[in-house]
């Protein structure tokens, strides 16, 4: 069989604003150095050379030029600010280490910095409206055809037309199955034109660009038999693995030797992202210990005048990939519970001394996890650890429980802030506890850790199951 590689699809959009951004950052800097009376000089054009490429660095980090990640003009806002912040103090480390921020007046710099920000913002903007009104009048749309009247079917059609930037208009499905064996309602906007035989005689009449094929992976004889007719013909033709039936954890493309595979279970924190997550991790966490020093000194005094018994209290638990760490708090109770039965604080626990009481209100006593997020055992934000005692048990209860162990574990988790902290009386709510857990896993971005750990100021504020 001939080696035919798969490459991915290049987004129209994507590429016109990459376009527009390196000619914001050029352009600006030139403005500004005119306007604060600087001439442009060779070294103008070397500070726009690494401007440009610490941005698409940052950029790539941020994930803004993937349209999938951009669903909403405000969240590519966010992203763009993002990146060029990001940007801004990377320059600022190779302007102060190499002495090249001296040629330039801090004035042009000042105004380059808040009008770039802007400009990028604006012209991100105007890009998305502009390819969105091209789209709208046809310039570059597809007449596209679905076989396969699903669930997969129906999403691939919503997301077509969410994102108009995709170029696709879709005309309707082609099924061979009767109405009668659908496993959906069909609204009068979901056009049902006919069986697969319909669907061919239309492609050889010229009448349809691209066909997707969204039938289960089961329909072998069925797509065959449809791939065959359509190669005599000049549609482009693109297969939908209906993937949706396993739980798709982070999936992406991967390739071994030519041959395409796709993840279903994977972590998002493999290369760049890990190595972006672990110094933010790391600076974060380094920096909150020096602040907060004297609050973890008093509260280890407290601890250890309230009652008798160590001032931490360590036990075990999942990390990464399902492997044992110690997680470090102070004692809360007056029992340090690290065995095979560990039962779970409960309202009113005879166990929980006053001082860990407040601690625990507070969530003071996991102040002490900042030490395991510095030794790379923990993250800042990432599912909670639960204790070894209950992973066992629970993984035998709920259906990918253990996936949650593809991230390390964090001080603070989407879970927590979406109301699932605290007690897990019930397996409803460890349930809903590990599908946020999962969710944070499949749309992991710095950014998302960033939202997290400003909402878990307004939880530990609010006090809501901490006991």
Known sequence: MAHIPIQQSRSLLAAAQRICDVSVIGSTLFFSQWLTGQSFSDKSFLAIAVSVCLYFLVSEVCALYRTERSSSANSDLVLVLTSWLGTVLLLSCVAFFTRHGDYFARSSMLSWIVLTGAMLGLSHMLVRIAVEMLVARGVGQRRCAI????????????????????????????????????????DEETKYLGRLEELVARAKAGEIDTVFVTLPMRAENRIRWLLDQLADTTVNAYIVPDFFVFELLHSRWNTIGGLPAVSVFETPLYGVDGWTKRIFDFTAASVGLLLISPVMFVCAGLVKLSSPGPIFFRQRRYGLDGREIWVWKFRSMSTCDNGPSVAQATKGDARITPIGALLRKTSLDELPQLFNVLDG????????????????????????????HKVKPGITGLAQVEGYRGETETLDKMQKRIDFDHRYIQQWSLWLDVKILLRTLFVVFKQENAY
């Open 377 to 404: 055992s923990m993250s800042l934000v990432g599912p909670r650890p639960h204790a070894t005692a209950h992973n066992e048990h629970y993984r035998k209860l709920i259906r990918g429980y253990m996936l949650r």
């Open 147 to 186: 076989a396969g009247l699903n669930a997969l079917g129906i999403q691939l059609l919503n997301n077509a037309r969410s994102t108009p930037s995709c170029g696709l208009k879709v005309i309707g499905f082609y099924d061979d199955r009767s109405k009668d064996r659908w496993l959906m309602q069909v």
